[in-house]
């Protein structure tokens, strides 16, 4: 893993900020009446993937780092899901889908890779494995 200055140069971290964007402008397009639902439910997990990383790296344990990124992961699933589900309203169309699960997937494979590498070095092992390939 390379060395950072802070948790913004984490690979992750940037490849999340994007996925935050990214989900914004999606969810800008939705009806009106999804204001306080699906938009609301999609940004906020969004957000919280890329602000679990940045409370995690601020904890100043690699214990607690890894608590936070798994928080992070959990996020990740929601928004992938939250997707399908714009997908199936017909809010977004299968290449917005495409795109926004290679960004997801993406997202899915940093954070696997540091949280391995935050458990390592706290000399934890995880049973809370992803089933996410990491190809």
């Not at 948790?7 to 999804?34: N, Q």
């Not at 495409?98 to 954070?111: A, D």
């Amino acid at each position: 893993m390379k060395q950072f200055a802070t948790y913004k140069d984490l690979d992750v971290w940037i490849e999340a900020r994007k996925l935050v964007g990214e989900i914004y402008t999606l969810t800008a397009k939705f009806p009106r009446e999804e204001v306080f639902g699906l938009t609301n439910q999609m940004r906020r997990a969004a957000v919280s993937v890329l602000s679990n990383i940045a409370e995690g790296c601020g904890r100043g344990t690699s214990r607690g780092t890894v608590a936070f990124l798994f928080v992070a992961r959990g996020s990740l699933y929601e928004v992938e899901t939250q997707c399908v589900i714009a997908f199936d309203l017909k809010y977004i169309d299968s290449r917005n889908l495409e795109s926004i699960s290679e960004r997801i997937t993406s997202c899915k494979r940093l954070l696997n890779g540091l949280i391995r590498h935050h458990e390592l070095k706290a000399g934890q092992t995880s049973n809370r494995r992803d089933p996410t390939p990491s190809t």
